[in-house]
């Protein structure tokens, strides 16, 4: 078996336990798989927010210990050749949103979001792309070499016959609207994108949601970190770069969906942008929690070197890098009460499993008299393109609804607070109301304003 994925930290996963359950073939990946120890821990009610797909179904079946049987027997044989391409494990694969509620809560952190994106890539191998994933995994594409993407996504969401079409002919779901992107891409403001050699240096990476569909929030950053005495650089591409014009992206939209040869191309772009700062032991910073677990975890796993490991060590999320940067006494915001009303915080699934919550709670107490509360939820069911796919429109909304959906409708007056792009469309979905990401906040709460 040819694996997509880097599995070698597993190399010693399970080695010399005879009862490890280790299956004959995949090699490091299995052994991945066996670090499931089958004590159902995952599979107990109440559940806190392991899970999403077992708690919305109920099914043992759809937790991460019931996939990791259907795993275990694809990798001995005993589901026959194809295994991969086959319906036992698609089924108990399917429901898996990849939000790494089991990577951080279950003992032996066991990665089904990864494991995921291996079993995709080698069913991708097998039966091909649909053109549904090719068209979402190719997003960034899109919105860069066809400008019209944007006004076809808009007059799609206001034409129900269209929506229905979609349906038919790609599979995505008609009671679904889609993200609507902004007018225009974030524009780096022309001075902040030469790379500044000294220790208040920063680095914005701008990813494709921020740029593409929410540049103000790229702007907010830059306007907070730059109002806290940073020289903030937006990540643009290298001059050497194969497509220079075209934004850099992490590749989490191709990493989703299984096609790693694609990721590891805008994987490798970025790499070479970064190659200086790397060096130089620049922090970079960015607003999208799934692009950042991308490049701090999926990437280890994509087998490009020490310089994947270093990007790893030197990227924050947003409000890491504040709280850590305020905790060290680096960085002061003069910042003023927001006006009154409580807000709602939903932490995205990815953010959670970085432990970032933390810095959110310390970067929401430094604007005065805050009154914000943190929802207990599991992944909003959003989890990029899955609560838009035809097929899993109706379970998305079942996942939302667990937590999310009734804590918000429980206090309608309140603010919303989500960093996560899926999160917010499904909130928008939901409730229809907005939510914000922090870096708007803060930048509402800046007493003077920095122009940038
Ligand atoms: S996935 Fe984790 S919690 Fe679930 S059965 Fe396996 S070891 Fe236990
Ligand atoms: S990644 Fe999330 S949805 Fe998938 S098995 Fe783990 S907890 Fe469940």
Same mark, same amino acid.
């Given at each position: 078996m040819k694996l997509h994925l880097d599995w070698s930290a597993y190399e010693t996963a399970g080695q010399g336990d005879a009862y490890a359950g280790i299956p004959a073939t995949g090699g490091d990946f299995a052994k991945a798989v066996a670090v499931c120890i089958s004590d159902k821990q995952c599979q107990r009610k109440p559940k806190g927010v392991m899970c999403p797909s077992f708690r919305a179904?109920? $099914?043992? +079946?759809? #937790?991460?210990?019931?996939?990791?049987?259907?795993?275990?027997?694809?990798?001995?044989?005993?589901?026959?050749? #194809?295994? @991969? +391409?086959?319906?036992?494990l698609a089924e108990a694969m399917e429901l898996c949103v990849g939000c790494k509620g089991c990577k951080r809560e279950c003992a032996n952190q066991v990665d089904m979001a990864a494991i995921k994106i291996e079993y995709q890539a080698q069913r991708n191998e097998k039966q091909g792309v649909s053109l549904r994933e090719r068209l979402i995994a190719d997003l960034p594409q899109q919105l860069h070499h066809h400008v019209f993407m944007r006004s076809i996504i808009r007059w799609r969401n206001r034409s129900s016959w269209l929506a229905k079409l979609g349906e038919v002919f790609l599979g995505i779901s008609a009671k679904r609207k889609l993200p609507e992107p902004s007018a225009a891409p974030y524009? =780096?403001?022309? @001075? #902040?994108?030469?790379?500044?050699?000294? $220790?208040? =240096?920063?680095?914005?990476?701008? $990813?494709? @949601? #921020?740029?593409? @569909?929410?540049?103000?929030?790229?702007?907010?950053?830059?306007?907070?970190l730059s109002a806290a005495g940073y020289h903030v650089s937006t990540l643009l591409p290298a001059a050497n770069d194969d497509e220079p014009e075209r934004a850099l992206c992490c590749g989490r939209t191709y990493l989703s969906l299984g096609q790693v040869e694609q990721a590891k191309r805008e994987a490798r772009r970025m790499q070479l942008a970064l190659r200086s700062a790397l060096a130089a032991g620049t922090p970079i910073v960015g607003l999208e929690p799934s692009c950042i677990l991308s490049l701090r975890d999926d990437h280890l796993k994509l087998g490009l070197g020490d310089e994947a490991v270093a990007l790893s060590k030197q990227v924050y999320l947003f409000e890491e890098f504040i709280a850590r940067e305020h905790d060290r006494k680096r960085l002061t915001l003069d910042?003023?009460?927001?006006?009154?009303?409580?807000?709602?915080?939903?932490g995205h699934c990815h953010q959670k499993a970085v432990g970032a919550m933390k810095s959110l709670r310390k970067v929401l107490r430094m604007i005065p008299e805050l009154d914000f509360e943190f929802i207990e939820s599991s992944c909003c069911g959003m989890a990029g393109s899955f609560g838009l796919e035809a097929e899993h429109a109706d379970i998305s909304m079942q996942m939302a609804e667990l937590d999310l959906l009734p804590a918000l409708r429980a206090s309608p007056d309140a603010a919303i607070l989500a960093n996560g792009f899926s999160c917010r469309h499904q909130i928008r979905e939901g409730v229809e109301r907005n939510a914000r990401h922090v870096a708007l906040l803060l930048r509402d709460a800046l007493k003077e304003k920095t122009p940038c």
């Open positions: 179904t109920d $099914d043992v +079946a759809q #937790s991460p210990g019931g996939r990791v049987q259907v795993l275990k027997a694809a990798l001995n044989g005993e589901l026959g050749e #194809s295994a @991969f +391409a086959g319906k036992a524009e =780096a403001p022309a @001075f #902040s994108t030469a790379v500044i050699k000294d $220790d208040r =240096a920063v680095i914005l990476f701008v $990813d494709t @949601f #921020s740029n593409h @569909f929410e540049p103000e929030i790229a702007q907010a950053a830059h306007e907070v910042l003023k009460p927001l006006p009154p009303g409580k807000t709602l915080v939903h």
